[in-house]
């Protein structure tokens, strides 16, 4: 895969009732950041031959939304990309064992036992999204010792990656962007796990089950025409954490899962997301 050198970033502003819906169709049209600037959200696109087309539906997008909803777009180069992060990439603290750092943090300097460090890329997962804070918050808790996990979304690797430092003893992760795979790589690096990190960039994975933990931290848009596949992936007894979601979409949420053996063991949220925690009958 050929590392992409420059990246249309689109700052977007509409009304604040509007946001999350559009920051969903952003992110569904093959965004591969959103960063929150305040009143406004940046989202990032590879610097390809579609990328015109997917500004031009986004803008329409938007504009239907919300006709004072405005659109500016720039070019920026990977390297610029990513020293921009360390403006507002800050050290996120989880619970009180469980911190996310930015690579350029020393360790050292932190109390927590469980450090995770991340490279900020082109890739969700830093630590800083409500819907990564909480999947961390439960996956801490539920985490005992020796899960084998499955990791739907991977993303950066940062559920994944904390779950191997928290005791799981191997992360099966599953991904579809082909762009997530050298953040992941580093990811890894950083951590200093050498095994028991499985990754599949595919539309159409191998699942090896049963799981004792699944973990998908996805958007609805992409979440709910592929969680039914994963229904049976978990043993009886174990748990599945799903985060994503808005807190308006809890009740679609809840109707899906009269389809599955999952039951909702305690719901989490912060501000408008909200996570599960579910077990398996």
Same mark, same amino acid.
Not at 3 to 15: E, G, N, R
Not at 147 to 168: C, H, N, P, Q, R
């Given at each position: 895969?050929?590392?992409?050198?420059?990246?249309?970033?689109?700052?977007?502003?509409?009304?604040?009732?509007?946001?999350?819906?559009?920051?969903?169709?952003?992110?569904?049209?093959?965004?591969?950041?959103?960063?929150?600037?305040?009143?406004?959200?940046?989202?990032?696109?590879?610097? !390809? @031959?579609?990328?015109?087309?997917?500004?031009? =539906?986004?803008?329409?997008?938007?504009?239907?939304?919300?006709?004072?909803?405005?659109?500016?777009?720039?070019?920026?180069?990977?390297? $610029?990309?990513?020293? =921009?992060?360390?403006?507002?990439?800050?050290?996120?603290?989880?619970?009180?064992?469980?911190?996310?750092?930015?690579?350029?943090?020393?360790?050292?300097?932190?109390?927590?036992?469980?450090?995770?460090?991340?490279?900020?890329?082109?890739?969700?997962?830093?630590?800083?999204?409500?819907?990564?804070?909480?999947?961390?918050?439960?996956?801490?808790?539920?985490?005992?010792?020796?899960?084998?996990?499955? !990791?739907?979304?991977?993303?950066?690797?940062?559920?994944?990656?904390?779950?191997?430092?928290?005791?799981?003893?191997?992360?099966?992760?599953?991904?579809?962007?082909?762009?997530?795979?050298? =953040?992941?790589?580093? $990811?890894?690096?950083? $951590?200093?796990?050498?095994?028991?990190?499985?990754?599949? %960039?595919?539309?159409?994975?191998? *699942?090896?089950?049963?799981?004792?933990?699944?973990?998908? =931290?996805?958007?609805?848009?992409?979440?709910?025409? %592929?969680?039914?596949?994963?229904?049976?992936?978990?043993?009886?007894?174990?748990?599945?954490?799903?985060?994503? *979601?808005?807190?308006?979409? @809890?009740?679609?949420?809840?109707?899906?899962?009269?389809?599955?053996?999952?039951?909702?063991?305690?719901?989490?949220?912060? $501000?408008?997301?909200?996570?599960?925690?579910?077990?398996?009958?």
């Amino acid at each position: 895969m050929n590392t992409v050198s420059q990246w249309i970033s689109a700052d977007i502003d509409i009304a604040v009732e509007h946001k999350e819906i559009a920051m969903d169709f952003a992110l569904a049209l093959g965004g591969l950041a959103i960063v929150e600037k305040g009143s406004i959200f940046q989202v990032s696109y590879p610097l !390809d @031959d579609d990328v015109q087309m997917i500004l031009d =539906n986004l803008r329409t997008f938007l504009k239907d939304l919300d006709p004072r909803a405005s659109l500016t777009e720039d070019v920026v180069d990977r390297e $610029n990309w990513n020293k =921009n992060w360390q403006a507002y990439f800050k050290p996120t603290v989880i619970t009180k064992q469980l911190i996310v750092l930015p690579e350029w943090e020393e360790p050292a300097g932190f109390p927590q036992r469980v450090k995770t460090r991340i490279r900020p890329a082109m890739a969700f997962g830093t630590g800083t999204h409500e819907t990564t804070r909480l999947c961390l918050q439960i996956l801490e808790a539920a985490i005992s010792g020796q899960e084998y996990m499955l !990791d739907v979304g991977t993303g950066s690797g940062i559920l994944g990656v904390t779950a191997l430092k928290l005791g799981a003893s191997q992360v099966d992760a599953i991904e579809n962007d082909p762009f997530t795979k050298e =953040n992941i790589q580093d $990811n890894l690096k950083l $951590n200093g796990i050498e095994s028991g990190f499985k990754l599949q %960039i595919t539309e159409t994975p191998v *699942l090896h089950p049963p799981y004792d933990l699944l973990v998908v =931290n996805i958007i609805r848009a992409r979440l709910f025409p %592929i969680l039914p596949k994963y229904f049976q992936a978990v043993r009886p007894g174990g748990q599945v954490i799903v985060s994503g *979601l808005l807190v308006s979409e @809890d009740a679609e949420f809840r109707g899906l899962l009269t389809k599955s053996p999952w039951t909702i063991v305690k719901p989490y949220t912060k $501000n408008e997301w909200i996570a599960y925690l579910c077990t398996v009958e």
